[in-house]
C-alpha cells in the first residue's frame, strides 16, 4: 500500500509557483521521499528525492518539515509542459522499490 | 541514449494468447523494474531485477506471469494465457545506484489489449 497522501488534483496559473502537498505520516527514519511526475500516456519521470534535508534541482525544490511526516514540491514557475500527474512516494526502506499511489493532478492554465 | 526501450509500443490479443513483452534497459544500468498501469490499480510493480538476478516478485499477479533477463541488456515480460483483465499499459524501467539515489527511467510503455 500507498504510504503517502496526496490531493485528487491542484490548479495553477502559468508563470507562478506550484506548491504540492504530500502527508507521510508514518515514514521511517531511513526511508527517503521521492517525486515523480506523469505526463498523459507518456512513462513516469524522476523529478526529485530526499531524505531529511531540503533539496533544489533544475526542475524542482523539496521541502521536507523537521518531523518528516510532510514534504512540499515545489515547481517555481509553472508552465503549460508542468501540467501533469505528480507522486510522491517513499521508497521502502532496504530495498529499491517505489510503492506509487494515485498523485496529484496539476493542471497548469494561461 | 536512446533511453529504455520497449516493443511492441501497441498489442492488441485474444484471451487465451501468450503475450511477450520486450524491455532493452539503459546500458549501464543493473536495475531494471516492470509495471503495470490501469485505471483501476493505478501504477503497480510487479518485479525487478538487480544485475539480471530477479529480487522481488511480490508484485506479479498469478502465475500467468513471468519476468526473465537472459543478460544486462534484454528482459522479457510473459503472460500466457492473456486473460481481458490483463489489459493494461506496461512499463519497463532501469536504474543505478550511481546515478541520482538510483533514478528510474521509465520507457515509453507498451499498451495490451486483450479481448
Known amino acids: 500500500d500507498a504510504k503517502t497522501t496526496q490531493p485528487t488534483s491542484m490548479d495553477c496559473a502559468e508563470g507562478r509557483a506550484a506548491n504540492l502537498p504530500c502527508n507521510h505520516s508514518?515514514?521511517?527514519?531511513?526511508?527517503?521521499v521521492y517525486w515523480y511526475r506523469q505526463i498523459h500516456s507518456q512513462g513516469p519521470q524522476y523529478i526529485i528525492h530526499?531524505?531529511?534535508n531540503n533539496e533544489t534541482n533544475e526542475m524542482a525544490s523539496l521541502i521536507i518539515t523537521e518531523d518528516r511526516k510532510s514534504s512540499t514540491l515545489i515547481l517555481p514557475h509553472a508552465t503549460l509542459r508542468d501540467t501533469a500527474v505528480y507522486y510522491c512516494?517513499?521508497?521502502?526502506?532496504?530495498?529499491?522499490?517505489?510503492?506509487f499511489g494515485t498523485g496529484t493532478r496539476l493542471q497548469v492554465f494561461p | 541514449d536512446a533511453g529504455v526501450i520497449q516493443s511492441p509500443r501497441h498489442e492488441v490479443t485474444e484471451m487465451g494468447q501468450e503475450v511477450t513483452l520486450r524491455c532493452k534497459p539503459i546500458?549501464?544500468?543493473?536495475?531494471l523494474f516492470w509495471y503495470r498501469q490501469t485505471m483501476m490499480r493505478g501504477l503497480e510493480l510487479l518485479i525487478y531485477?538487480?544485475?539480471?538476478?530477479?529480487?522481488?516478485d511480490s508484485g506479479m499477479p498469478e502465475d500467468r506471469f513471468s519476468a526473465k533477463m537472459p543478460n544486462a541488456s534484454f528482459s522479457t515480460l510473459k503472460i500466457q494465457p492473456s486473460e481481458p483483465r490483463d489489459s493494461a499499459v506496461y512499463f519497463c524501467?532501469?536504474?543505478?545506484?550511481?546515478?541520482?539515489?538510483?533514478?528510474?527511467?521509465f520507457g515509453p510503455g507498451t499498451r495490451l489489449t486483450v479481448l
Open positions: 524501467a532501469s536504474s543505478t545506484l550511481r546515478d541520482r539515489g538510483n533514478e528510474q527511467f
Open positions: 508514518t515514514i521511517s527514519g531511513n526511508e527517503y
Open positions: 530526499g531524505l531529511k
Open positions: 512516494i517513499v521508497r521502502v526502506a532496504y530495498t529499491d522499490k517505489l510503492i
Open positions: 546500458s549501464g544500468h543493473d536495475y
Open positions: 531485477f538487480n544485475n539480471n538476478v530477479p529480487i522481488d
